[in-house]
């Protein structure tokens, strides 16, 4: 079994900062992309910021320059620090990682059950 926990949501104004963590558990022989997804009311959910094992990032338009997405391969974490925070960044926020249970297996998306994040104008 594979756990995805998810941390740091929360209530923020707008212009604030917030720092979301993800700690993945479980049977893991290695981990591809990490990423946060979000997914705000009544919307689809979407790409917010991804990370390759070997640091390569990519981020959605709408975030670069604010969000700042890293991992620790060795702790098997990844977290996305979210500065200059604006109403339409509300959502649910979730975590994502790709990978490998068994050096045989198929890598596989898992997710986490997702964190809210609200920010008040």
């Known amino acids: 079994q594979v756990q995805l926990a998810e941390s740091g949501g929360g209530m923020v104004q707008a212009g604030g900062s917030l720092r979301l963590s993800c700690a993945v558990s479980?049977?893991?022989?290695?981990?591809?992309?990490m990423g946060w997804y979000r997914q705000p009311p009544g919307k689809q959910r979407e790409l917010v910021a991804a990370i390759t094992s070997g640091g390569s990032t990519n981020y959605a338009d709408s975030v670069k320059g604010r969000f700042a997405i890293s991992r620790d391969n060795a702790k098997n974490t990844v977290d996305l620090q979210m500065n200059s925070l604006k109403p339409e960044d509300a959502a649910v926020y979730y975590c994502?990682?790709?990978?490998?249970?068994?050096?045989?297996?198929?890598?596989?998306?898992?997710w986490g059950q997702g964190t809210q994040v609200t920010v008040s104008a």
């Open positions: 994502s990682a790709n990978l490998k249970q068994q050096r045989w297996s198929v890598p596989s998306d898992y």
């Open positions: 479980g049977r893991i022989f290695s981990i591809n992309a």
